[in-house]
């Protein structure tokens, strides 16, 4: 039995603040507004939609507030 071996593309997740600079380590004070971007690459297959999740909740991006405190 001959075995190949599997090629998996792994997309690139990369979050950016609102100047489009990548977040690696960033605090803010308990409140505040912010504004983060979630950049996507190297997909295999593009997609019209992506679904988000903070735990077991879908997150709702139609909002001008994604609703999470």
């Not at 983060?36 to 190297?42: A, D, F």
Request: charge should be positive; proline fraction near 4%; include cysteine.
């Amino acid at each position: 039995m001959d075995s190949y071996p599997y090629l998996f593309a792994v997309p690139k997740v990369e979050i950016v603040d609102e100047r489009g600079v990548a977040i690696v380590d960033k605090f803010y004070k308990a409140g505040s507004t912010i504004e983060l971007k979630c950049v996507i690459s190297q997909v295999p297959q593009l997609t019209s939609y992506v679904t988000w999740k903070h735990g077991q909740r879908m997150l709702n991006y139609d909002t001008s507030r994604g609703g999470i405190r």
